[in-house]
């Protein structure tokens, strides 16, 4: 069976049938006009493995106490993506598991909605919400939040205390951003890469933009400094070039021509490009 570039589900299926002897036989006994490899075929075998996946998590859970961990992030046709993932302690085993339950969607991004979700998808996978022991998210209000955050509404729901503990990676990259924001020169670093992306993100800009597309900073995740760091890192000739030609064309209007002139300033200074290094280095 050729996968032709027809996507991930049939390039991992050839690549197991590749890996696994025994499939290899069994694919050279089915017919050329019956390969099940549709896209309703796909999905249905894809829906199966799911369910073969979240009743293995079910056994191995069974009746003990575990910890939920969820995040969520919007993509860009405005759904937000939750993953729900379970740590539990195998008395048998006396081993800690973590797995990943379900990454799960929701049309909606508040407190109620994501609550929802979680309790839908525990109870789809026969696992009780009594159990929970704690929560462990990040410090996102929505989450977090002691009055109307999902954390709150979880304990509301199951009438008890269920301690929250704010994610220790979310809180390393809090450290890292409060460190940095003591020193203004990295304040001002960070201020001009945001000026940059609200400049370049622009419809009549970006179209002439041949770089690599700049990049969001994200409050609540150090990687989007980083790819802001490493974007701007790798574009800075094409960036440049942009601002000097947009700055010295009379039809581009005065407002952009000021605009990009006063971003053009300020990342030709010596200091910025430092900074960009030193930035990347260390977070890279």
Same mark, same amino acid.
């Given at each position: 069976?050729?996968?032709?570039?027809?996507?991930?589900?049939?390039?991992?299926?050839?690549?197991?049938?590749?890996?696994?002897?025994?499939?290899?036989?069994?694919?050279?006994?089915?017919?050329?006009?019956?390969?099940?490899?549709?896209?309703?075929?796909?999905?249905?075998?894809?829906?199966?493995?799911?369910?073969?996946?979240?009743?293995?998590?079910?056994?191995?859970?069974?009746?003990?106490?575990?910890?939920?961990?969820?995040?969520?992030?919007?993509?860009?046709?405005?759904?937000?993506?939750?993953?729900?993932?379970?740590?539990?302690?195998?008395?048998?085993?006396?081993?800690?598991?973590?797995?990943?339950?379900?990454?799960?969607?929701? &049309?909606?991004? !508040?407190?109620? +909605? /994501?609550?929802?979700? =979680?309790? %839908?998808?525990?109870?789809?996978?026969?696992?009780?919400?009594?159990?929970?022991?704690?929560?462990?998210?990040?410090?996102?209000?929505?989450?977090?939040?002691?009055?109307?955050?999902?954390?709150?509404?979880?304990?509301?729901?199951?009438?008890?205390?269920?301690?929250?503990?704010?994610?220790?990676?979310?809180?390393?990259?809090?450290?890292?951003?409060?460190?940095?924001?003591?020193?203004?020169?990295?304040?001002?670093?960070?201020?001009?890469?945001?000026?940059?992306?609200?400049?370049?993100?622009?419809?009549?800009?970006?179209?002439?933009?041949?770089?690599?597309?700049?990049?969001?900073?994200?409050?609540?995740?150090?990687?989007?400094?980083?790819?802001?760091?490493?974007?701007?890192?790798? &574009?800075?000739? !094409?960036?440049? +070039? /942009?601002?000097?030609? =947009?700055? %010295?064309?009379?039809?581009?209007?005065?407002?952009?021509?000021?605009?990009?002139?006063?971003?053009?300033?300020?990342?030709?200074?010596?200091?910025?490009?430092?900074?960009?290094?030193?930035?990347?280095?260390?977070?890279?």
């Amino acid at each position: 069976m050729e996968d032709g570039g027809s996507g991930l589900f049939l390039s991992l299926l050839n690549f197991t049938i590749k890996e696994d002897p025994r499939l290899t036989e069994i694919v050279k006994t089915v017919p050329r006009n019956g390969t099940y490899a549709s896209h309703e075929i796909q999905n249905e075998l894809i829906d199966v493995m799911s369910s073969i996946v979240k009743e293995a998590i079910e056994q191995e859970v069974g009746d003990s106490w575990f910890t939920l961990k969820v995040d969520g992030t919007r993509d860009p046709t405005g759904v937000e993506n939750v993953s729900i993932v379970l740590r539990s302690f195998n008395e048998d085993t006396e081993v800690v598991t973590e797995r990943l339950l379900a990454l799960a969607t929701s &049309s909606s991004g !508040d407190a109620q +909605a /994501l609550t929802e979700v =979680i309790c %839908s998808e525990l109870d789809a996978a026969g696992l009780a919400t009594s159990k929970i022991l704690s929560q462990a998210n990040d410090g996102a209000a929505v989450m977090s939040g002691k009055h109307g955050g999902v954390q709150r509404l979880l304990q509301e729901r199951e009438g008890r205390e269920i301690p929250y503990v704010h994610c220790l990676n979310h809180q390393l990259h809090l450290v890292v951003i409060h460190a940095l924001s003591e020193e203004q020169a990295v304040q001002d670093f960070f201020e001009v890469c945001n000026g940059l992306y609200n400049f370049f993100r622009k419809p009549t800009i970006a179209s002439q933009y041949n770089g690599e597309k700049l990049k969001r900073l994200l409050d609540q995740r150090w990687t989007g400094h980083l790819a802001t760091t490493s974007t701007v890192l790798n &574009s800075f000739q !094409d960036i440049v +070039a /942009l601002l000097n030609q =947009i700055s %010295s064309t009379r039809n581009k209007g005065a407002e952009m021509r000021m605009q990009a002139t006063g971003l053009l300033r300020e990342i030709s200074e010596q200091r910025f490009l430092f900074i960009t290094k030193l930035i990347y280095k260390v977070s890279a």
